[in-house]
């Protein structure tokens, strides 16, 4: 059974950093995509960033694009998200989530991925 954890959250000012990391334990080469959500309170959750496990390939939300980088570790159970420049509007429950989807071109849609997180807090400070 897939499980995955997250941790790394926390508070900080704006335009600091955070490093989020995300272990998959009962890791399956059928995993597709390997992905961060984000959740506000009163919004709906929001794909940021997803990496392809075949081919590594990354997908950005513009709404974080040339500020946080998604990136998998040395174990490919390991999935990391780097914050740079937050924003207090970056302020949600962060979760990670995979699928066992090939290939998709909705890889930032939450309705594709089975297995979630339980989520870990960012909070951003103006």
């Known amino acids: 059974r897939v499980q995955l954890v997250e941790s790394g959250g926390g508070s900080v000012q704006a335009g600091g950093s955070l490093r989020l990391s995300c272990v998959v334990s009962?890791?399956?080469?059928?995993?597709?995509?390997m992905a961060w959500f984000r959740q506000a309170p009163g919004n709906q959750r929001e794909g940021i960033a997803a990496?392809?496990?075949?081919?590594?390939?990354?997908s950005y939300a513009d709404s974080v694009k040339g500020r946080f980088t998604i990136s998998r570790g040395s174990a490919k159970n390991t999935l990391y998200l780097e914050m740079n420049n937050l924003k207090p509007e970056d302020t949600a429950v962060y979760y990670c989530?995979?699928?066992?989807?090939?290939?998709?071109?909705?890889?930032?849609?939450?309705?594709?991925?089975?297995?979630w997180g339980q989520g870990t807090q960012v909070t951003v400070s103006s």
């Open positions: 989530a995979t699928n066992i989807i090939y290939s998709t071109s909705r890889p930032l849609s939450a309705d594709l991925y089975n297995r």
């Open positions: 990496i392809r496990t075949t081919r590594g390939t990354t």
């Open positions: 009962g890791y399956s080469d059928s995993i597709g995509y």
